[in-house]
Nanobody, 124 residues
Framework: QVQVEESGGGLVQAGNSLRLSCVAS????????VGWFRQAPGKEREFVAA????????NYLDSVKGRFTISRDRVKNVVSLQMNDLKPEDTAVYYC?????????????????WGQGTQVTVSS
């Protein structure tokens, strides 16, 4: 079983930045994209960003475009989510997930392995 772990969450003021990181305990059996999802209290888990296995394609939720950047460090095998200009509505638990596909899909049902989540809280 692949184990996924997120880190980097915290409490920040609106307009500030956080950088989340995602690592897997072992390499998956195939070429897999990686996605970030978030879930706020009382809301559905929603797609935030994804990156293809080779890092060549990215995909973003419209409301985070221009503020968030997903990237893959091919040497360290770490996927990061740089979150700039954070807003209170970004407050949520953020989850990293490994896709069954190589593509940067936004479809939650394509993600096979999930981390436990890291809390991001943005104050006004």
């Amino acid at each position: 079983q692949v184990q996924v772990e997120e880190s980097g969450g915290g409490l920040v003021q609106a307009g500030n930045s956080l950088r989340l990181s995602c690592v897997a305990s072992k390499r998956t059996s195939s070429n897999n994209g990686v996605g970030w999802f978030r879930q706020a209290p009382g809301k559905e888990r929603e797609f935030v960003a994804a990156i293809s296995w080779n890092g060549g394609t990215t995909n973003y939720l419209d409301s985070v475009k221009g503020r968030f950047t997903i990237s893959r460090d091919r040497v360290k095998n770490v996927v990061s989510l740089q979150m700039n200009d954070l807003k209170p509505e970004d407050t949520a638990v953020y989850y990293c997930a490994i896709s069954r596909l190589a593509a940067a899909t936004s479809a939650i049902d394509r993600y096979q392995y999930w981390g436990q989540g890291t809390q991001v809280t943005v104050s006004s």
